[in-house]
């Protein structure tokens, strides 16, 4: 079974629908992300969550929230989607930069993705 | 803050000649730097990671890098190329409490 999963994997919607993107992992991780992936613009942090009390936002933050129900899952909604968000979203997790006393390197462990379609 | 820039969005070569992918990067601190490989319609997979225990850093299915701190530089090489090494490769940079930072990304074509 995969680490990191997400659901949907493929969505079409139309503008001004709320649309809300779900991602779990297995691996024990503290730290998740939420990237959207854009064609020569690499990947761009939209959101991210150190425990599941700590959400931060990332360099695109908006028009996108997020919900840290658990360690295991994070989500992403578009309140009111548009159709410059159509994009592939992923998910990633990391383990924390001190753990179990040693020091990690932050590897991020990804999702599938999620192709979303604002029509 | 850190930053990485891959340049060429675009390379192409055939089977079997040399690979090399590049990326530089931009830090106020000794940088972790990191290789990750998209395949089509898949996420991102580890390639290889620097995390300063040698400048020579080897990874999955005999790719490797050299960290080079005068040039900057953090390239992507591998000896031979096979057609199954088409793909999209992304250079990152761990930035400020563990977050990464990834280039614009480089598609990999490789011609029979």
Redesign the interface.
Known sequence: DAD?TQTPRNRITKTGKRIMLECSQTKGHD?M?WYRQDP??????IY?S?DVKDINK?EISDGYSVSRQAQAKFSLSLESAIPNQTALY?C?T?A??VDGGRR??????????TRLTVL | AQSVT?LG?HVSVSEGALVLLRCNYSSSVPP?L?W?VQYPN?????LL?Y?SAATLVKGINDFEAEFKKSETSFHLTKPSAHMSDAAEY?CAV?TS?????????TILTVHP
């Not at chain 1, 020569?40 to 942090?45: F, K």
């Not at chain 2, 409490?97 to 990304?105: A, H, I």
């Open positions: 990191v730290r992300y020569g613009l690499g990947l761009r942090l991210y150190f990332g992923f990633a990391s924390p930069s990690q390197n932050n590897e991020q462990f990804f999702g599938p993705g | 891959q969005s972790y990191f990750y898949q996420g991102l997979q580890l990671k995390t992304f761990r409490y563990g977050k990464l930072t990834f280039g614009q990304g």
